[in-house]
């Protein structure tokens, strides 16, 4: 496969995961860390690293409105709900990518 091919590839795969998270606010961050050891604040941060790698500066809260398809405050005052001590708990055992905000 020529490497166009699988750049534009990827990146419907990438907005087609963006668009599934778009879908499951109901999805905390948390419970991703929880389950698969990255959240939306992980992909940000990725995409902040995958830019700089490129030349090119996106700044933390420019990724964040790009990953979550809106101001992280905004999506954080509108879908995110306080962790239960159970997934705080989980976390703690189980942090191993490490993130703040999860």
Not at 70 to 93: C, D, I, V
């Amino acid at each position: 496969m020529q490497e166009t091919t699988t750049t534009r590839i990827e990146a419907e795969v990438f907005r087609r995961l963006l668009q599934h998270l778009d879908e499951r606010k109901d999805v905390q961050n948390i419970d991703l860390m929880n389950l698969a050891g990255f959240c939306r604040n992980c992909l940000a941060k990725w995409y902040v690293a995958a830019a700089e790698n490129h030349g090119t500066e996106v700044d933390l809260d420019q990724a964040r409105e790009i990953i979550y398809g809106m101001p992280y405050a905004q999506w954080k005052r509108l879908h995110q709900k306080e962790a239960t001590p159970e997934q705080l708990q989980s976390f703690t055992g189980s942090r191993t990518t490490g993130d703040a905000d999860a």
